[in-house]
């Protein structure tokens, strides 16, 4: 991912003005860099040793994948709670007192 956004950065500079770049960029910086949010989820709770007990790795209602009536696939991810309460709304569970708090796992 870094190593590509440095060649497209590369890319929109040479055209805008035809000079060329030297783009250097070492997977271990990229992945270290990368690994951050992985770090910060784990670190914060948000992410555990075991899967499916966070929002991250799929561990709520709200973070999965779901297949539709017509054999294809949708991904659900209302993290925000502004989204979350749109889905609860669409879904028809607004006056649920179950789904009044996203982050309740006490359920």
Not at 39 to 47: A, E, H, I, S
Not at 52 to 66: E, L, N, Q, R
Not at 68 to 83: H, M, R, S, V
């Amino acid at each position: 991912m870094v190593l590509l956004f440095g060649l497209l950065s590369a890319y929109i500079h040479a055209q805008k003005t035809g000079e060329g770049q030297v783009v250097d960029s070492a997977i271990t910086h990229g992945s270290a860099y990368i690994s951050t949010l992985s770090w910060m989820l784990y670190n914060t709770g948000q992410l555990q040793d075991e899967l499916g007990k966070g929002w991250a790795d799929w561990g709520s209602p709200w973070h999965d994948t779901y297949e539709c009536a017509d054999g294809k696939f949708i991904t659900l991810c209302a993290l925000e709670p502004q989204f979350y309460q749109a889905l609860i709304e669409a879904l028809g569970l607004g006056d649920n007192p179950f789904f009044a708090d996203q982050w309740d796992t006490s359920a």
